[in-house]
């Protein structure tokens, strides 16, 4: 391809992503309305449509203050770096046969987990910038988060590098042409499922932003389009996770009848409507409680799953 | 041929990271620049802050961060093995060989025992 097709590939993948970001903030917060018995936003455009694009708008014309108190090169780096880390992970996802930015890379597994480890940096470069109490708890709660949600994400997808021999994400979709991954590596999805809502911070994992107690946690200091990178970084985050969800273990772009295209774009949304429901569903677990959960119950069920794929896979 | 792999790679970042800086330029060159005094002190719910957050205070959890460089490294340990399982699960001859297994079996092993012995230290625990 040339460096120009390669451009409009880009563009279209980021361009995309960052519409459907702004679909799904619309989305959330009428299906939130919904299940909450309350309209949502229904006045700008017809059932509100036009909302985010009027958020989007009004957050640029304001200011976008940077505290004295603040560590302020930091502090404005911060959601920047969330915001381009979420849209680059997107780079290695398949969208189709042949269409993605770098889907056939030999290491795009790897530059997933790496961007993600990346997106960490800026809640807790973020939360402790700010130099307020609020912002450094949730900081200091994203980090032990992170840390700990960090090692089985990892983990629960060396079970589907077996399988696929390939750290491709191109060649792993293909490799699942027959037998889509969910069913031989379930744990594997499961662990990979949680992991993915940890990362993105959402609930029931939103203790690092947890408005009850924390104010709004690491961007409490945070205003206009500042606060909109962190705001639309968590969304676009959503959409890469899910992504990413259909590509190792629903089987990306494989579907009878619909082009590929379509098939990847309806599992993603079916994905992304399942962490609006847990946002809507679950309530927010004890610190304590979720670090318990990940070290004594995640961890080992992702050492067990891996053996067990390892045996299943040597043994003929 | 190396390197080409990697041109897509970097017109994303170029493209990401300039699109980030735009957003912020804009926001900072768009947006009105207001002082006042309210805005100077960090938010504390309408109360004046007492003392300062960089104040020292107990980090729960701090082994975490220790155990998590552990089981990173035990992670990164188990890619390549799970890249070359294919490779590691035939015999020279030809035929099954249990010797990929065997080896994962030996290090998840050692990795249980260690999640065990700090379980029981109560180093994942609120106390």
Not at chain 1, 17 to 31: F, P, Q
Not at chain 1, 157 to 165: D, I, K, P, T
Not at chain 2, 95 to 102: H, N
Request: one cysteine or more; glycine letters at 10%; charged letters at 10%.
């Amino acid at each position: 391809m040339t460096t120009g097709g390669q451009i409009v590939v880009i563009i279209m993948i980021m361009g995309g992503a960052l519409s459907l970001a702004a679909g799904l903030i619309w989305v959330e917060r009428r299906l939130l309305g919904l299940w909450q018995d309350r309209y949502g936003p229904n006045r700008v455009g017809p059932f509100g449509i036009l909302q985010p694009l009027a958020d989007a708008i009004k957050l640029l014309f304001k200011e976008d203050w940077s505290p004295p108190f603040a560590d302020r090169s930091v502090f404005l780096i911060a959601p920047a770096v969330i915001f381009a880390t979420a849209l680059l992970s997107l780079a290695v996802v398949p969208v189709a046969p042949g269409i993605g930015v770098v889907a056939e890379w030999n290491v795009g597994l790897l530059f997933f987990l790496a961007m993600a480890s990346l997106g960490a940096y800026s809640v807790i470069l973020g939360g402790w910038a700010s130099n307020s109490k609020y912002s450094l708890l949730g900081g200091l709660r994203a980090a032990a988060q992170m840390l700990s949600y960090e090692v089985f994400m990892g983990l629960s997808l060396a079970g589907v590098v077996v399988l696929a021999g390939s750290f491709s994400l191109a060649e792993i979709v293909r490799a699942q042409a027959d037998l889509w991954y969910v069913v031989p590596q379930f744990l594997g999805f499961v662990v990979f499922l949680i992991a993915g809502l940890a990362e993105t911070r959402r609930l029931p994992f939103d203790l690092p932003e947890s408005e009850t107690e924390l104010i709004a946690g690491f961007h409490t200091e945070y205003s206009g389009m500042s606060f909109g990178l962190f705001f639309v970084g968590e969304y676009i985050g959503i959409i890469t996770i899910s992504a990413l969800i259909t590509t190792f273990f629903l089987g990306g772009w494989h579907g009878p009848l619909l082009p590929p295209l379509v098939w990847f774009l309806l599992k993603t949304l079916v994905l992304i409507a399942v962490f609006v429901l847990f946002r809507a569903a679950m309530p927010r677990p004890r610190f304590d409680q979720l670090m318990a959960w990940g070290w004594k119950i995640l961890l080992p069920i992702t050492l067990i799953n891996l053996l067990v794929t390892g045996a299943v896979v040597a043994l003929p | 041929m190396e390197l080409q792999a990697y041109i897509p790679a970097g017109l994303a970042v170029v493209l990401a990271v300039g699109f980030t800086g735009l957003l912020v330029a804009l926001a900072v060159l768009i947006g009105p620049k207001r002082i006042a005094g309210e805005k100077e002190v960090p938010y504390e719910c309408g109360s004046d802050p007492i003392g300062s957050p960089r104040a020292r205070h107990s980090v729960r959890f701090y082994q975490v961060a220790i155990l998590f460089l552990l089981f990173d490294i035990a992670a990164a340990v188990m890619f390549p093995w799970a890249i070359l399982y294919d490779d590691l699960s035939v015999h020279p001859d030809g035929g099954a060989s249990l010797y990929g297994f065997g080896i994962m079996l030996v290090f998840v092993s050692v990795l249980v025992v260690a999640l065990t012995y700090v379980w029981r230290k109560k180093a994942i625990g609120w106390d």
